[in-house]
């Protein structure tokens, strides 16, 4: 179960242009949200998706597997970065753990079968 906290559209930042393949002038959509099993929060994750290429996108947003379906897109290639890192106060917040416990961070990059960056979802998860 996922359950969305924040959500917010807004022209992109440097950093999402670059991590996106982006032009100056890209709006993009960026979630904020809990993922949950039966014992409670999992992982905390904030994603960016550009609203070029999911045109009427809004907040209710689901996994981009189902997205990709929905926009008629094949999923291609994803790159994922794994690391150790401490957990920011908003982290621990989340996860219900300590600030500056370790936490799992994911930092990902999806792309279309023509190679085209269709998400960047960066998830921090209990160690």
């Known amino acids: 179960m996922t359950d969305l906290i924040t ?4 022209p992109a930042t440097v950093e999402e242009w670059a991590k996106l393949d982006l032009n100056p002038n ?4 960026r ?6 099993d039966a014992l409670g929060p999992i992982a905390l994750e904030e994603v960016v998706l550009p609203l070029d290429r999911f045109p009427g996108l809004t907040a209710d947003a689901s996994d981009i597997a189902e997205l990709a379906q929905c926009y008629g897109l094949s999923l291609g290639h994803a ?3 794994v690391s ?6 908003e982290v621990a917040k989340h996860l219900g753990t300590g600030a500056g416990a370790q936490v799992m961070k994911l930092d ?13 979802r960066v998830a921090f998860r209990k160690a």
Request: hydrophobic share 35%; proline share 6%; aromatic share 2%.
């Open 108 to 120: 990902r990059i999806v792309e279309t079968a023509d190679g085209e960056p269709i998400e960047w």
């Open 7 to 10: 959500h917010s559209s807004g």
């Open 84 to 89: 150790i890192v401490p957990a920011t106060r």
């Open 31 to 36: 979630l904020t949200r809990i993922r949950n």
């Open 79 to 81: 790159t994922e970065r």
């Open 26 to 29: 890209s709006r993009v959509l």
